[in-house]
Structures are given as C-alpha cells and as structure tokens.
C-alpha cells in the first residue's frame, strides 16, 4: 500500500503521556483496590446505622448545587452551611449529584438511529468483538477553566443537558484502550488535525506490535473528518490491523468515553487549575485504571448494540 503520509514530529508534535508499559507497571491491584471499596461499604454501613435518613426538599439540593458550581465552595463546607449531610446527600439519600452529560439534538434523531441500527448489523457478521480484539480510540477535552457540567437528576437516572455546542479553554488528550489495559495516551498541546492523529495512531500502532495480545486487533474510532483519511486507514492495514468507525453521535459504543469520565472525576478541580502538573495528574489517573473497570466499559458498550438493533435511542 502507497501511503503519502509519514510520522513527522517536528510539524505534529505530540507528548507522551503514558502507555501500556508503564500502565503494566503502575496499574493498581486488584485485589487491593476491591479490598478498599469493601472497606469502605462498610464504613458506609456503619455510618448509615447511626440515624434515619432525611430527606432534603428541591430547594435545598438547588442551593447546595449553587454554593458548589457557582461559589466555588467545596462540598463539604456547602453541606456544613446548609446542615446537609454529604455521604447522605450524594451517595444514599434521594439527592443524587452527577455529572451533566451534554446530549446534542442531533444524537437521536430518527436518521441517526437508523445508521447504527445499519452499523450493527454490519459489524456483527465479522469477527469483531468489543471484548476480545478491539482497541478504542478518542480525543478528550480536559477543561483548565471548568465550566458548570453538574445538574440534579430524579433518583436512579442519569442527568442530562441537552446543546447545541460547547466552548471553553482545554488540552487535548488523544487516547487508547483496550480490555487488556491502557494502551496509549498522548497530549497534543495546540489544535488536533489529521497530521497530529496520524502520528499518535502511528505510536499507538507501535505499541500494539510490542504485545502478542493486540496483534491482529481492529482500532475503533469516531468518524470524524481527522480519522479517516485514505492514508491512516491505508498506514493501519499495512501494519497488519483492522480498523472500524463509529457511526455518527454515539459515545455510548466507544468504551473510552466511561474511561474518560472516570480519569476527569479523579482530577481535583484546582489540580485543573495548574497547567504545569495537568500531564502528571492526568498520567496517574489514567495508570490507576482497573482491569475489570476497562472490560466493564467494553461489556457496557457491547450491551448497547441490541438497543441499536431494536432501534432505540441510547
């Protein structure tokens, strides 16, 4: 295969950030990590025993929410303020805070539906399996000044916001997992175009060469306009992989999108606030993911192909 494009870190730099190397020898244990989260439930336990629930009126979850995202007050103080108990509040009451999830109009729209109803169908006469031989790619937008992204959802579902666009200053990081672990970050530190993808798919490629467990594997992407020039389609195949892209507006058939949910949430937010150690806390979140988190967020994503089947919205 003729491919005109070629690594060029001069014109398309791009910083490592971590990779499946050092993800193999900094990944927590186990075994340890469940052992604190038992431990933890049962702090829970006992701290429930010690009195009734109450429960809180709309009016108090909105001014907790006001004092947290537009006070910039810590939860614990803003809790403290307006005799709210956090554990209560956030974990075990009827007050849930989650993270607002930005729904553009677009994602279920008729036609949109019908595309990944076609996807699946598709894909599912090969020999793709998101669990067994797939590496996920995508870009994240690590926010320096957050903006407010939290909103109050009815107990047991998840909250969600709908818009058009959304603008703020960022760094962008480029990404791939696997269920076998973290395979590559990178961190682009200007604006992302096909010459910057290039190269990361490039050294995400060579990384996957290193280890027979990713050898033969497709690489699942958005479809978006940097991914799929002829030449990175053309620059994976000759490289002895496969490659799959999404169809349009649906992040819940990327697994990397849960895991960049959960490196944001271990981010303090006046960590974000220091450009000069952004790389480090990203880096250690990302080292600090779980076997069995990466393979839920490939299950999770599988899951969701009988719903594009059944044409329902996801």
């Avoid at 244990?29 to 006992?46: D, F, T």
């Avoid at 957050?146 to 760094?171: D, Y």
């Avoid at 967020?297 to 599988?302: D, E, H, L, V």
């Amino acid at each position: 295969m003729d491919v005109q494009m070629e690594v060029n870190n001069e014109m398309y730099p791009i910083e490592k950030v971590t990779n499946f190397d050092i993800y193999i020898d900094l990944k927590p244990s186990e075994k340890e990590a469940k052992e604190r989260k038992n431990s933890s439930a049962e702090k829970l336990q006992m701290d429930d025993k010690k009195g009734p629930y109450k429960h809180y009126k709309d009016v108090e979850k909105e001014q907790l929410f006001f004092l947290v995202e537009e006070k910039g007050m810590g939860v614990g103080a803003a809790a403290q303020k307006l005799n709210i108990n956090v554990r209560t509040a956030q974990q075990k009451c009827r007050i849930t805070f989650k993270k607002a999830h930005l729904q553009p109009v677009e994602r279920n729209r008729p036609e949109k539906i019908e595309q990944r109803y076609e996807w699946v169908k598709k894909w599912m006469e090969t020999d793709l399996d998101f669990t067994s031989n797939c590496v996920f790619i995508d870009e994240a937008v690590f926010h320096i000044n957050l903006k407010r992204n939290f909103s109050w959802p009815k107990e047991g579902s998840r909250a969600v916001v709908q818009v058009a666009r959304s603008r703020a200053k960022t760094t962008t990081i480029l990404g791939a997992i696997s269920p076998f672990g973290v395979v590559n970050i990178s961190r682009n530190n200007g604006g992302t175009v096909t010459g910057h993808y290039f190269n990361f798919i490039s050294s995400v490629l060579d990384v996957m060469d290193r280890h027979e467990q990713f050898h033969g594997h497709y690489l699942v992407m958005d479809n978006v306009l940097i991914h799929t020039h002829e030449d990175i389609q053309k620059h994976i195949e000759s490289r002895g992989y496969g490659y799959m892209y999404l169809p349009p507006y649906s992040p819940e058939l990327n697994p990397i999108e849960q895991f960049w949910s959960v490196c944001k949430s271990k981010l303090k937010r006046e960590l974000l606030l220091d450009e000069e150690t952004l790389t480090t806390r990203i880096a250690d979140a990302c080292n600090r993911a779980l076997y069995s988190d990466l393979q839920g967020f490939c299950r999770y994503s599988a899951s969701k192909f009988d719903d594009c089947l059944n044409r329902k919205p996801i």
